[in-house]
């Protein structure tokens, strides 16, 4: 990833920190390469996800 991308910064509680931790090390990844991977999967990039996950439930 370039320098260049923008930074956010977040809390998190940390029992969610040391799991996030424990998962990047059995991946071989940085927490942050790890971050990136699991949002990647979660938040898909096709149109029909991305409305399911912006329109609010009736």
Same mark, same amino acid.
């Given at each position: 990833?370039?320098?260049?991308?923008?930074?956010?910064? %977040?809390? #998190?509680? *940390?029992?969610?920190k040391?799991?996030?931790?424990? =998962?990047?090390? !059995?991946?071989?990844?940085?927490?942050?390469?790890?971050i %990136?991977? #699991?949002? *990647?999967?979660?938040?898909?990039?096709?149109?029909? =996800?991305?409305? !399911?996950?912006?329109?609010?439930?009736?």
């Amino acid at each position: 990833m370039p320098k260049t991308d923008p930074q956010l910064g %977040i809390r #998190l509680p *940390e029992p969610l920190k040391r799991r996030l931790r424990r =998962a990047a090390d !059995a991946n071989r990844r940085s927490m942050n390469s790890e971050i %990136i991977v #699991l949002l *990647e999967r979660a938040l898909p990039e096709n149109e029909k =996800a991305e409305v !399911a996950v912006t329109t609010p439930a009736q």
